[in-house]
């Protein structure tokens, strides 16, 4: 059955929203003014002026300069990464939260130089957005400069997103892909669509049968990358972050269809100003997502699961929270409703052993890291403690849920200024 309602003030989460823990993870909220304009605030001009000359040209860096530059970037990184203050204590290697593909940094004082481009596009990208949004005076106006050449080299670098290779490679449920073809059939027919983020290419082609264009923004090069195997070459994939649609023209097309990329996006707020500067007037924001609701036994299990994973050495997994009430909330505080439409309702019966069977596999988009072998091992040690059979038979709902938002034109009528788009409650 379909049910829908329009947002015009606070509601409550949808079903499985994530709550304030996520018992194994490492819970990563949404920014807040007064955590991000911290994090601005301790970045010297040094530092700016040192991440302007990695994006610029490394090899005119000094090796002196290079040799302490990760204990001067890595805290920056980390806090970008994990969306809190810097943290400028030494800590232990083990408990630094870098993404994959920078983890080395975390273990020495010197910057690699074949890193050092990468490693300060990663940063100021980030931190020049973050600036330019919050009209932040500390901001190095030469490193401002750089902000587009260092977001092309942050999407040439695989493992630096918030999201993962298994999570974006996981394939829709149906009900989710008959949700977006209700979707592309009723709203995108005929019309120029920008998706934002793309996987597998699965919504890419059921959007691209029915629109009179699809441009794709995906910041993964991996993705690009398959998706240039799945898709027709009428599709045109860009390089380029959701809080940076790079070479997409402004007021260039009808609707942006966000199946789950602003979860990972940094910052949720900034990326629907990019979505409202390419649309045209009128333009629609539509969000397809998909939530869970498990039972309480499978819950337990789970907890125990990854807090065991914890105990014999393993690094937490980061959980980012969606965020989709908070940029829903920030639209209806600036006076632009959402309509929220419940697509789809079901449930899923099975034991809790068929449902840990992914958490053996290599399905599970979380655990990619970690040996199936020590998997196994974890799973095997909490069994009996909890007390719960294997063959315990648990229900999960699940529900696909259905939004879309006026967008176009509707930022630039009704906000002030681009600081605007961070001013949600701490």
Request: one cysteine or more; proline letters at 8%.
């Amino acid at each position: 059955m379909t049910t829908a309602h329009t947002v015009g003030a606070t509601a409550a989460p949808p079903p499985g929203a994530p709550g304030t823990t996520a018992a194994g993870f490492d819970h990563v909220r949404p920014w807040t003014p007064r955590v991000l304009a911290g994090v601005l605030d301790a970045v010297g001009g040094d530092t700016w002026s040192l991440l302007a000359a990695l994006v610029r040209d490394p090899g005119y860096v000094p090796a002196h300069r290079l040799w302490a530059a990760a204990t001067e970037i890595v805290p920056v990184m980390e806090a970008l990464w994990m969306r809190r203050a810097v943290q400028h204590t030494p800590v232990s290697p083990l408990r630094r939260h870098l993404p994959p593909v920078f983890a080395v940094l975390a273990t020495g004082t010197s910057l690699p130089r074949h890193l050092a481009p990468s490693a300060g596009a990663w940063c100021l990208a980030r931190l020049a957005t973050y600036a330019h949004h919050l009209h932040h005076p500390g901001a190095d106006p030469r490193a401002l400069a750089q902000a587009d050449r260092a977001w092309s080299i942050v999407t040439m670098i695989d493992d630096s997103h918030h999201t993962t290779a298994g999570l974006a490679g996981h394939e829709p449920p149906s009900h989710v892909t008959d949700t977006i073809t209700d979707l592309a059939t009723t709203h995108l027919a005929g019309r120029d669509v920008i998706q934002l983020g793309a996987g597998t290419g699965t919504v890419a082609a059921l959007i691209a049968a029915h629109a009179r264009r699809l441009i794709i923004a995906e910041p993964s090069p991996a993705a690009r990358k398959a998706l240039a195997t799945h898709l027709a070459d009428t599709v045109d994939v860009h390089a380029a972050d959701p809080m940076r649609l790079a070479g997409i023209p402004d007021h260039n097309a009808d609707a942006v269809l966000d199946h789950g990329a602003l979860a990972v996006t940094d910052s949720p707020t900034i990326a629907i100003t990019e979505a409202a500067r390419v649309l045209r007037p009128g333009g629609l924001l539509i969000g397809v997502l998909a939530h869970q609701r498990r039972p309480q036994p499978l819950t337990r299990l789970h907890t125990a699961f990854r807090t065991e994973l914890h105990r014999r050495g393993h690094q937490r997994q980061r959980f980012v929270d969606p965020g989709h009430r908070h940029h829903i909330d920030w639209l209806t505080s600036h006076g632009i409703p959402t309509r929220v439409t419940t697509a789809a309702t079901w449930t899923e019966t099975r034991t809790l052993d068929q449902y840990t069977d992914t958490w053996l596999d290599t399905s599970d988009p979380y655990l990619p890291t970690i040996p199936t072998t020590t998997r196994t091992a974890a799973l095997t040690g909490v069994w009996p403690r909890l007390g719960l059979p294997r063959h315990h038979r648990c229900t999960t709902v699940h529900t696909v849920t259905a939004t879309t938002t006026a967008l176009g034109g509707a930022i630039d009528r009704r906000t002030r200024s681009p600081a605007a788009v961070l001013t949600h409650r701490d």
